[in-house]
C-alpha cells in the first residue's frame, strides 16, 4: 500500500505544503518559542527533543502516511505549523495549529483552522472533527468558537490543569 501523501492547501494568504529537509530551523525557532510552546501538548521541550520531533515527521508520518502534517508559509515564510490526526483524547479526528507570535492577531489562526476543518470534512470525510485547548489559552478557545466549535467537556490534566476539548460537526448537507 502507498503512504498518503499529505496536500497542499491554500487559503487567502496562506499555503499549508509538507515539511521540507530545509524548514528545520524555522520549525526548531517555532516550537521552541515559548509563546507558542507553552500551548503545545505538554509545553515548551529541549532543542534537541524538537529536533528529533522534525526528523519523525519524515520518518514516521511522511514514511508511514500516518497523517498529515503541514509547514504553514505567508510570503514563502514559514510562520506556523498544522496538522490533522486521531488522538485518543478526542476519540477522533483532531486538528492542531500554531502560529509564529509575529503573526497574531491577524486572522491567520482563523485561516489556517477552517483550511484544516474544511480537509477533514470535504478530503478525509469527516462528520466532525475535535480541538483540545488549554484552558487559559482564551485566544484559542474565542477563534474556535468563532468557527463553529463547541466545549464538549474538560480533561483534568495530572498536573492540575483543564484542558477543554471542543468539537465541530459537519453542516448537515441540504
Do not use: C
Request: glycine share 10%; no cysteine; hydrophobic share 40%.
Amino acid at each position: 500500500m502507498t503512504p498518503v501523501t499529505t496536500p497542499v492547501l491554500r487559503t487567502e494568504r496562506l499555503l499549508l505544503e509538507p515539511y521540507v529537509t530545509e524548514d528545520e530551523e524555522g520549525f526548531v525557532a517555532l516550537f521552541q518559542d515559548t509563546l507558542v510552546s507553552r500551548w503545545m501538548g505538554d509545553g515548551p521541550t529541549t532543542e534537541p527533543e524538537d529536533r528529533a520531533l522534525f526528523g519523525r515527521i519524515f520518518s514516521k508520518v511522511y514514511a508511514g502516511g500516518l497523517f498529515d502534517v503541514w509547514a504553514v508559509r505567508r510570503d514563502g515564510l514559514l510562520v506556523g505549523h498544522a496538522e490533522i490526526k486521531r488522538t485518543e483524547e478526542t476519540g477522533g479526528h483532531e486538528i492542531i495549529y500554531a502560529l509564529a507570535p509575529g503573526a497574531w492577531g491577524s486572522g491567520l489562526g482563523t485561516e489556517i483552522a477552517e483550511a484544516i476543518v474544511a480537509y477533514g470534512f470535504g478530503t478525509l470525510g469527516l462528520a466532525e472533527v475535535h480541538a483540545t485547548v488549554a484552558d487559559p489559552n482564551t485566544a484559542s478557545l474565542a477563534l474556535l468558537e468563532r468557527i463553529g466549535f463547541t466545549h464538549v467537556r474538560d480533561v483534568r490534566e495530572d498536573d492540575g490543569s483543564t484542558t477543554r476539548v471542543l468539537t465541530r460537526r459537519r453542516d448537515p448537507v441540504a
